[in-house]
């Protein structure tokens, strides 16, 4: 067995077996950043094994959403979309909730959702553009 098979396992495991502990916007634990990085080792097996999909639908979408907001790297890209795919109704709620906590709280709502204009909706996009036409009045 490989280094890469058993990282892969660990990864799968860690995914089912545990859960990231935030429950609000802005929040990060030990369990969230390590679950995130077992999502990104794993994001071409999250859909096709079902028991995985539903721990990553169930438990993991919150952290993808909110993860190092402004990140829009290939990799949250592609985590971005498994979530939509999954539970578009939790992941576009999720990004709203995002998009207002970050408008006042954080970095600014356009930089805390660079890279997620291919998940998002309409209403989604009407507010960014919202609250970017109120930034610059």
């Not at 077992?38 to 993991?60: C, M, N, P, T």
């Not at 592609?78 to 408008?103: K, M, V």
Request: aromatic share 8%; net charge negative.
């Amino acid at each position: 067995m490989t280094q890469k098979t058993l990282a892969l396992a660990g990864a799968r495991i860690f995914l089912i077996e545990h859960e990231p502990h935030v429950a609000e916007p802005g929040k990060l634990t030990n369990y969230s950043l390590a679950g995130y990085t077992a999502a990104a080792l794993l994001v071409g097996q999250i859909e096709s094994a079902a028991e995985l999909a539903v721990a990553f639908r169930d438990k993991w979408i919150r952290t993808v959403v909110q993860h190092w907001s402004g990140n829009a790297s290939d990799t949250k890209r592609a985590l971005l979309r498994i979530c939509r795919r999954l539970d578009p109704a939790q992941t576009l709620g999720l990004l709203r909730e995002c998009i207002l906590y970050e408008a006042t709280t954080g970095q600014g709502a356009i930089l805390a959702t660079e890279g997620v204009e291919e998940i998002t909706d309409e209403e989604v996009l009407a507010m960014l553009w919202g609250m970017y036409y109120c930034a610059e009045s």
